[in-house]
């Protein structure tokens, strides 16, 4: 390395260092200084981001000889000008600061997916009274269920592509302000006729379907690999718990202050969301300038680069196996899990003879189990891969249970006799479907780690075609069948992602 290539910075402490060799009595020979002292000298190359850190301490020697020795020790080197010594691991921060801030985002992105869920099954309680009052058949209301998939399905991909090019705060944060609205402007719409819910609903569509791939691209930046299941797992029960609270107070304000309070009351939620957002989340660790030099280079040395994707590699995206066997996975996972999403509460309803109130608090129990599964399976996977277990077959196992629990908790609905042993079966099937979160929905930033928000958008698209296609065959299969030929279905779906799935899913990355 050429001289001109070095920048030398030099900091000192003390900013001159006694002279121990000097015989004349020093002035301030009265202020005794302190040894070893530790000054850094830090090589940067300009050709490159990277820094070497020495530090350097002088010693005086025993006895009456004046003179002293110099060392160097404690070696770094960091990237990105991420330097760690031991002077900046400051005890005296107070512990809330020290907490790690990508749970900081974590929990930031669990509370959005809390709201999103919230916002989107108030409607499988609201539709209940809403039909009663407006004269809506089954087939109705199949379709104004699945309109909100019309929107959900438009920004999928674009929603991938948006976060990979331009940050994933910006998109996240736009995508629940946008739902809010919608789902505040829901009576309104509704009064004013059919069209205009529906219009409303794929509207809500549209914010909501930026979620996901926005919350992969941030995720992506911020966790380790060695975090990673047990981030989405939490990040991806923060749905199944806004589907609990929705679930559970839905049926309160219908009962206390009508239907439209529900959609007002979740609505206005998001502003509250949005403000911590602005003031806290950044796109990259990179981007914070309060991350802790510690966190920082922990992130940066286990994580993909940073740098904006600008161009998406499309074909050979779509050349690969793996690729599209995320795609048609997701696709039968979403099938049972959007029809147990919107038709539960009616499957209570007119099936186990709840009323409006019960319907809504049992449907709770299934979710509450999805939460607390889906964290279960996300230490597993983490704990496994720590092991030494290769991160594909971890992938393989955590999918195929969350395939093969739920098709066979559903074959069992039909030989039931109780409603206590078909809410049971239901909290078993939504207990096993959540592993998922550490198989398939782990699995974009395992093999595509840069383009995993493209990657979410394109999977997540035809698991949205799921649910619009599911929700909307439900109330046709309904008219014209039972809910036996519903879940029949939803289990052969689930079995075929399992054969797919481990055929031809992998845990390695193949897209660079």
């Known amino acids: 390395m050429s001289a001109r290539a070095l920048l030398y910075s030099l900091s000192v402490t003390p900013k001159t260092p006694p002279d121990v060799s000097a015989r004349k009595k020093n002035p301030c020979s009265d202020v005794k200084p302190r040894y070893p002292f530790p000054f850094r000298i830090r090589v940067r190359a300009s050709s490159q981001e990277c820094c070497s850190v020495f530090r350097v301490s002088a010693l005086r020697s025993s006895g009456g000889r004046r003179g002293g020795k110099v060392w160097a020790d404690k070696f770094e080197e960091t990237h ?4 760690l010594g031991d002077e900046e691991k400051d005890s ?70 948006w976060a990979d090019t331009v940050g994933g705060k910006l998109v996240l944060g736009f995508g629940v302000v946008w739902w809010s609205i919608a789902t505040a402007l829901t009576p309104i719409a509704a009064k004013a006729g059919l069209p205009f819910l529906l219009v409303v609903r794929a509207f809500m569509g549209i914010g909501e379907g930026v979620a996901m791939p926005a919350m992969n691209n941030i995720l992506s930046k911020w966790v380790p690999v060695a975090e990673r299941s047990r981030s989405l797992a939490l990040v991806y029960s923060g749905m199944y718990l806004g589907s609990v609270t929705g679930l559970a107070f839905s049926p309160f304000l219908i009962h206390q202050f009508g239907w439209p309070s529900v959609f007002f009351s979740f609505g206005s939620l998001g502003t509250v969301w949005f ?6 989340a950044h796109s990259s660790p990179l981007e914070d300038p309060e991350l802790l030099p510690e966190e920082k280079r922990l992130i940066i040395s286990n994580s993909v680069s940073n740098e904006p994707v600008k161009t998406i590699p499309w074909g050979l995206i779509l050349s690969k196996p793996p690729v599209w066997a995320l795609i048609m996975c997701h696709f039968c996972h979403n099938w049972g899990t959007f029809i147990l999403l ?14 409006l109130t019960d319907s809504g608090l049992i449907c709770v129990l299934p979710w509450l189990t999805m939460a607390f599964s889906a ?9 496994l891969v720590s092991k030494g277990l290769s991160v594909t077959k971890v992938r393989k196992i955590m999918q195929t249970i969350g395939f093969l629990g739920p098709a066979f908790f559903l074959t069992q609905l039909s030989h039931v006799n109780s409603p206590a042993m078909a809410v049971l079966c239901m909290a078993c099937s939504q207990g096993t479907d959540a592993f998922s979160q550490s198989g398939l929905y782990s699995n974009h930033q395992d093999i595509a780690p840069r383009y995993s928000g493209v990657l979410l958008g394109l999977s997540n698209t035809a698991g949205v075609l799921a649910g619009v296609f599911g929700t909307a065959a439900t109330g046709y299969i309904l008219q014209h069948g039972s809910w036996d030929d519903v879940f029949k279905v939803s289990v052969g779906l689930y079995l075929v992602g399992t054969v797919v799935w481990n055929l031809f899913s992998t845990g390695e990355k193949i897209l660079d």
């Open 80 to 83: 990105d000008g991420v330097v």
């Open 92 to 161: 005296s921060v107070p512990w809330l600061e020290r907490f790690p801030k990508r749970w900081v985002i974590v929990v930031l992105c669990f509370s959005a997916f809390l709201l999103c869920n919230m916002d989107r099954v108030n409607m499988s309680i609201a539709i209940l009274p809403m039909s009663a009052e407006f004269n809506w058949n089954p087939t109705t209301v199949g379709l104004i269920q699945s309109s909100f998939f019309w929107g959900y399905l438009l920004t999928q991909v674009a929603g991938g592509i």
């Open 275 to 280: 403000a911590v957002w602005l003031s806290k």
């Open 342 to 355: 919107t038709w539960m509460p009616t499957y209570y309803n007119q099936v186990l003879k709840f009323n």
């Open 375 to 383: 964290n279960l399976g996300g230490w597993i996977a983490d704990t």
